[in-house]
C-alpha cells in the first residue's frame, strides 16, 4: 500500500478514487491497508479523501463539489501545519483563495480521525456565525461536516454533533468553537488554536496573550488588514514559523502569468491559461479563444488597472483589479501587502522608504539620574544600561552633557501601570532631527513628570535655558503630569491655543488638549513634515508604531489598536501612551514661537499673582490683610 500515489491531475484523480473505494468496499484488508496509508501519509489523505466546495464554480457551468488535490505550495503547507500541530505556533500570511482554511481544517480533521490520543483543538473566527452556521458554506464547521459526510462509511467515526462542538466518540478527540474574546483558551489546554481571518479580530493583542499559556501550538491565519494589527506583528516576529502563499504560486490563478518591464512593454512568462480563466475571459470580455489555451490576439497588455503599482500580472489577477474598488483591496486581498491593506494614517510606502533612509540603532542606551529634589541633572547623569529608559542618537560631551542647542520635548503620559507606554521624545527645534527618547511604562504620571522637567534642564541651550515641553493633558494622567510640573515650578511650557478663522491665540491653560479634530491636525502636520524631511526620526520603534495608526471613521481622529487592547481602562482610549503622540508634540513645538531667554527668566522669577488666590486660603487671607494695610495707611484718620 506504501506504494499507491494519488494523480494530480483532477480526471485521473476522480477516477483513482472511484477505483480504491470499489476496491475497498470488496477487501476487508485492502481497506485496512487503504485506511493504514491515510493515517501515515497525510497528503495521501488529503488527495485520496477529501473535497471542497465553491459554490462560483456552479456559476460558471462546473462542478461545485471538486476532489481536493493539492499544488506544491498546498503541499508544503499541509507539512508544516501537521509538524506544529502540539510543539510551536505558526503564522500563515496568504491572498484570498488558497484553500488556508480547507487545509488547516482538514489537517485538523486527520488528527480527529485517527488519532490515537484524546485531544482537544479550538477554533477561533471573529465572530459566531464563522465558526458554526448550519447552511453557511463559508462557516467552519459546515466545512468539516462536508468532509465527515463524504468519508467512505467505514472511515467514518461515531460522532457527537453539537453547536460549535464535533466529538470523536471512538477516541474522544473534540473540536470546539468560539468566536473572538479576549480569554480565549483560558482554563483549557487544547492541543492547538486555530485563529481563522485572525487580521479581522480586534482584540488580536488580548488573544495572543491570553492564548500563550493555553497551548503550545496557535495557528494564525489570515490577509492582511494593515499593519496596526496583531497579525502583521506577528509576522514580523522572527521567532515564530511562517507560511506565506502568494496568489502567484496558485496554477489556476498564475495561468497566463506576464510581467510588465520597466519600458511598459510585457514579457508573457507562461503562456498557457487554465480553463477555468478562459471561461471568465470569455463572459467578462467575449474573447475567442483562437488555440487550447494561449492568449487571445486583442488581449490588452498595456492599459491594466493598478499597472504602476503591480507588475508581475496574469489574467486572472487583471481581472480581480477590474472589480476591486482600490488598489488597498488589491494590497489586501491579493498582494499580502500590509503597508497597502487597511486604511493607515501614515502612507505605508512613503513611511517604509523614510525608515530605510533615517532609522538606525541608537548611539546609546542606559538610564537618566537627577536630584530628585532639586530636578536637576546629576553630574554625568546618562550611565549606559542594556535596558534602559532611554535612547539616545547625539553625542555626550566629556561632562556627561549633549551639545547645546535650542531643544524640545514632547511627551504622552500613561497610568504607569505597565499596559502603555508613557514617552518623552527630545527633538533639536532648529533641524527637526530627534536625537533622544525616553519610554517608560512604571512611572507614575508625578514621578515622570519629575523625570521629563529634569530631561528638560539637561537639554539646554547655550544661555541654559531649558527645552521647551508639551504634554497631552488629556484624562488623568495628563492632569496628574501637568500638576507635578507646576508645583515643580518649571515654566517654559506649552500654553493650549485657541484657533479660529480670526486669529490664533495662546491661552493661559497648560498642556495640549486632544479631541478628533487636534489629534489629526497634530499628527497630520507629523506625516507632512515626515514626509518632506522637516522632522528626522531615527527610532524604528516610533516609526513601527506611526504605521499602526488608522483612519478614524467620521468624527474620530487617527485611530491606534492599543487604545483598544490595553488591559487597563484607563490607558485605553484617547489616554493610551505613545511614541507617536510624544513625536507629534515635539514636532508642533518646532513650529511654535517660544518665548526668548529673558522673558522666559523673568517670567520663572516673577513672584505670583495672589490676587486670584482661591477664597479662604491663606495666600487669599494674606492678601486681604496686605489691602486692608494701604487702605488704612491711605485714611485721613
Known amino acids: 500500500m506504501t506504494s499507491l500515489v494519488c494523480p494530480k491531475d483532477t480526471l485521473e ?307 480581480q483589479c477590474r472589480r476591486a474598488a482600490s488598489r488597498q483591496e488589491i494590497a489586501q486581498e491579493l498582494e499580502i501587502d500590509p503597508a497597502g491593506s487597511g486604511s493607515p494614517f501614515f502612507d505605508g510606502r512613503m513611511m517604509e522608504d523614510v525608515m530605510k533612509r533615517e532609522c538606525r540603532e541608537p548611539d546609546a542606551v542606559g538610564d537618566f539620574h537627577f536630584d530628585p529634589y532639586e530636578f536637576t541633572p546629576q553630574e554625568k547623569p546618562f550611565r549606559r544600561a542594556i535596558n534602559g529608559h532611554v535612547s539616545l542618537w547625539c553625542d555626550i560631551d566629556p561632562q556627561g552633557d549633549p551639545q547645546r542647542k535650542r531643544y524640545v520635548i514632547g511627551a504622552d503620559i500613561a497610568t504607569g501601570s505597565g499596559a502603555s507606554n508613557s514617552v518623552a521624545s527630545v527633538v533639536e527645534r532648529d533641524t527637526g532631527i530627534k536625537v533622544a527618547e525616553f519610554v517608560t511604562k512604571k512611572h507614575p504620571p508625578e514621578d515622570f513628570a519629575c523625570v521629563v522637567v529634569a530631561l528638560c534642564r539637561w537639554f539646554c541651550d547655550h544661555d541654559e535655558s531649558p527645552a521647551h515641553l508639551a504634554w497631552e493633558k488629556n484624562g488623568g494622567p495628563g492632569y496628574g503630569f501637568g500638576r507635578k510640573v507646576k508645583e515643580i515650578g518649571f515654566r517654559n511650557i506649552y500654553y493650549r491655543r485657541m484657533k479660529n478663522r480670526l486669529h490664533d491665540k495662546k491661552t493661559k491653560e497648560p498642556g495640549f488638549h486632544s479631541d478628533a479634530q487636534t489629534k489629526y491636525d497634530l499628527l497630520k502636520s507629523l506625516r507632512e513634515a515626515l514626509g518632506t524631511g522637516r522632522f528626522t526620526n531615527p527610532s524604528r520603534p516610533a516609526m513601527t508604531e506611526a504605521l499602526e495608526y488608522q483612519e478614524g471613521g467620521p468624527g474620530k481622529g487617527p485611530t491606534h489598536p492599543g487604545s483598544t487592547s490595553s488591559d487597563n481602562p484607563a490607558d485605553q482610549g484617547e489616554n493610551h501612551g505613545d511614541r507617536v503622540i510624544a513625536d507629534g508634540l515635539a514636532n508642533m513645538l518646532c513650529t511654535v514661537v517660544t518665548e526668548s531667554p529673558d522673558e522666559l527668566r523673568q517670567r520663572s522669577e516673577a513672584p505670583p499673582d495672589m490676587s486670584k488666590a482661591p477664597p479662604r486660603s491663606i495666600a487669599y487671607l494674606m492678601n486681604r490683610e496686605k489691602k486692608q494695610s494701604r487702605e488704612w495707611s491711605g485714611s485721613r484718620w
Open 13 to 319: 484523480n476522480l477516477r483513482f478514487r472511484i477505483d480504491m473505494f470499489a476496491q475497498a468496499r470488496e477487501d476487508e484488508s485492502f481497506r485496512k491497508g487503504l485506511e493504514d496509508a491515510c493515517r501515515a501519509d497525510i497528503k495521501f489523505f488529503f488527495n485520496l479523501c477529501c473535497w471542497g466546495f465553491d459554490s462560483r464554480l456552479m456559476e460558471l457551468g462546473f462542478k461545485g463539489d471538486q476532489p481536493f488535490v493539492t499544488y506544491p505550495f498546498q503541499d508544503e503547507a499541509i507539512d508544516e501545519l501537521d509538524a506544529s500541530l502540539g510543539k510551536y505556533d505558526l503564522v500563515w500570511e496568504k491572498s484570498r483563495g488558497q484553500g488556508a482554511t480547507y487545509i488547516a481544517l482538514f489537517v485538523l480533521m486527520h488528527r480527529f480521525l485517527f488519532s490515537h490520543e484524546k485531544q482537544d483543538y479550538i477554533l477561533v473566527s471573529f465572530k459566531e456565525q464563522e465558526v458554526d452556521d448550519p447552511g453557511n458554506s463559508g462557516c467552519l464547521f459546515w466545512k468539516m461536516d462536508y468532509l465527515l459526510k463524504r468519508l467512505p462509511s467505514w472511515m467514518r467515526p461515531k460522532v457527537d454533533r453539537a453547536r460549535m462542538r464535533l466529538l470523536n466518540r471512538e477516541n474522544g478527540v473534540r473540536i470546539i468553537g468560539t468566536s473572538t474574546v479576549g480569554d480565549i483558551g483560558v482554563g483549557q489546554r487544547p492541543a492547538a488554536i486555530m485563529f481563522d481571518e485572525f487580521a479581522v479580530h480586534d482584540y488580536g493583542d488580548a488573544m495572543v496573550r491570553a492564548s500563550r499559556d493555553s497551548t503550545n501550538c496557535r495557528w494564525f491565519i489570515s490577509t492582511h488588514r494593515g499593519m496596526g494589527k496583531a497579525f502583521y506583528k506577528l509576522t514580523r516576529d522572527r521567532h515564530i514559523a511562517k507560511l506565506r502563499s502568494h496568489w502567484s504560486q496558485h496554477p489556476v490563478f498564475a495561468s497566463g502569468m506576464y510581467r510588465i518591464e520597466a519600458d511598459g512593454t510585457h514579457t508573457i512568462i507562461d503562456p498557457n491559461i487554465d480553463p477555468i480563466v478562459k471561461t471568465l475571459l470569455a463572459r467578462e470580455k467575449g474573447f475567442d479563444w483562437h488555440s487550447e489555451s494561449k492568449f487571445p490576439d486583442e488581449y490588452d497588455f498595456t492599459n491594466t488597472k493598478f499597472q504602476d503599482d503591480y507588475k508581475l500580472r496574469s489574467p486572472w489577477f487583471d481581472m
